[in-house]
């Protein structure tokens, strides 16, 4: 089970290239060297935080991160500025309480058939370096934007990727996915032919 202590925490907030996305960044470890992505209420079983963030109305999908919460409001609900100070205030209360962001044996649950960064031992050398330049260069990228990138499959010259975060469903995405990482795969993997989002 991931806590949170009990000292004062503060929490701001940064815009990301999304409109429908903000930033939540806290002064404290949320999921430390992870990143969980819920793109709808009945994914967030995993996470009692996420759980009570998808009561909010205006929340459509929730990414915890590190040290950082990614929320994506419902289209045409109200402006951000208006939402804001609520979401500040209750993140606050909330980690301060020293409540659960994450449960890990939840985590474990869901984890059969979702996409990972992480090397494993069956995976073949082409899968390998694709898998180590998504850590090393892309991660740190997205995450500054409230994103994520996950590895989904490698078939064929073509790379499957899922969008996490403030990069689903963002307009600057598919230049971010075709101009960004592509070009770098293309040009660090010669394997590499194409990259291509996996369809929501």
Known sequence: MIKTGNSVVSIYTEMTPNPETMKFVANKLLYPGK????????????????QVLFAFPFIKSVFIASNFITLTKTAGTEDWMDIIPTIKQFLKDYLEEGKEVINEAE???????????EVSADDDDVVKRIKELLENYVKPAVEMDGGAIQFKSYENGTVNLAMQGSCSGCPSSTITLKAGIEGMMKRMIPEVKEVVAEAE
């Open 35 to 50: 990143s969980i992505d819920f793109p709808d209420e009945t994914s967030a079983k995993p996470s009692p935080l996420a």
């Open 107 to 117: 985590v474990l649950n869901m984890k059969t058939g979702t996409g990972s960064n």
